[in-house]
């Protein structure tokens, strides 16, 4: 519990540069982070003097068996009133709030209670602190991505056989949810035949053809934490295009892991693999970024795109998944997870990455 009042005074100490005497975090991702609460109402008010989380009666008892480093006041369900007290009570008068999470008629609400209360509109001050995580957050997401690969290891085992592409995705959540997982961390992608060529396909009512690739994008979801993983698999022989597809990706993949260390920005961590299914002929297929960060959230900083400014640094995770998506024929992505270490990545996806040949 003491990481979470080390997470209050890392978040404390970002206040400076923001230029703001207080901040309303109203995030329920980063109050979770910040302080251990996990419910479906509250804001957290965080300060060099005080640390308030506002909840209503439904989450008292559960908050202060949850929580670590911060009072907790009881509130109504739109918690105004009692922050707006709560923001006099430390007399600050330059505030600061989450612009991407507060709506206008909340921010209008904000204003109408806060007289003589400067408003500041921030931008990750919490995720600044979230991006590198420490050794319990990497052992979490660790052990969600073993949960993960008992579902990889059901496609190798047959569960494509007879299924369609969306009884696939509901047995393997199944197959997780049996091994201890709160449940997959995203709706699973199961994609076949020309279907692979949506990346993020919807899994369909149609079977799992011969003779092609599939891919599959899956993570279990632990203890608020989420794992990623994407691997794709043969049923029978598909064409050469298709295991030309597959090896690129791969080859591709392979290096864009290698290169993974601390210093090394997300456009050129992306240009890695991108360089290389570029020279292949491939480079107008592949369209998305090379990867994220995963977390609380399956979606986080650091980002690995063209356009990306962020430098890795050590604690930090993130994706290397390329993909190869040609209409009309399929496609392919493989993606491992990564931890970034002071020598270079470990890699917590675990699944082997060689093309593995299944019954459909």
């Known amino acids: 519990m003491s990481r979470y009042i080390t997470r209050l ?67 109504g369900r739109d918690l105004a009133q009692k922050l707006a007290g709560v ?22 609400r904000m204003v109408a209670d ?90 369909a009512d149609v079977p799992i053809p011969a003779d092609t690739l599939v891919t599959v994008d899956l993570g279990a979801a632990l203890e608020g934490y989420v794992s990623d993983c994407t691997r794709t698999f043969a049923t029978g022989s598909p064409s050469d295009e298709l295991l030309r597809i597959y090896d690129v990706c791969l080859q591709a993949q392979l290096a864009a892991v290698q290169a993974v260390r601390p210093g090394i920005s997300g456009a050129e961590l992306d240009a890695v693999a991108r360089t290389q299914i ?9 369209r998305h970024g ?23 640094q050590t604690g930090m995770t993130i994706t290397v998944e390329p993909g190869i998506y040609v209409p009309d024929l399929g496609g392919c992505r493989i993606e491992d997870l990564c931890v970034v270490t002071d020598g270079g990545c470990d890699v917590v996806t675990s699944f082997p990455k060689g093309l593995i040949t299944v019954d459909s």
């Open 9 to 75: 005074d890392q978040a404390v100490a970002a206040l400076g540069d923001a230029e703001v005497q207080a901040l309303v975090v109203s995030d329920l991702t980063n109050v979770r982070y910040l302080c251990g609460y996990v419910g479906s109402n509250g804001t957290l008010v965080v300060s060099p003097s005080r640390r308030v989380l506002l909840t209503d009666f439904r989450y008292l008892q559960s908050a202060a068996a949850q929580t670590k480093g911060v009072e907790i006041v009881e509130a």
């Open 87 to 108: 923001i006099g009570e430390i007399a600050a008068t330059r505030v600061g709030f989450e612009s991407a999470h507060v709506s206008h008629a909340r921010h209008a």
């Open 114 to 203: 806060l007289p003589g209360v400067e408003l500041v509109p921030t931008s990750g001050i919490v995720e600044s602190v979230r991006i590198r995580k420490d050794a319990d957050e990497i052992d979490v997401i660790a052990r969600a991505s073993t949960i993960a690969d008992l579902a990889f290891q059901a496609c190798v085992d047959g569960v494509f056989r007879g299924r369609t592409e969306r009884e696939v995705a509901w047995e393997l959540g199944s197959i997780m949810r049996a091994a201890g997982a709160d449940g997959p961390s995203f709706d699973i992608i199961v994609a076949s035949g020309e279907r692979g060529a949506m990346p993020h396909a919807v899994p």
């Open 278 to 286: 570029t020279e292949a002929g491939y480079g107008d297929f592949f």
């Open 290 to 312: 090379l990867g994220h960060g995963v977390g609380l959230q399956v979606h986080e900083d650091p980002g690995a795109r063209p356009e990306s400014n962020d430098m890795l």
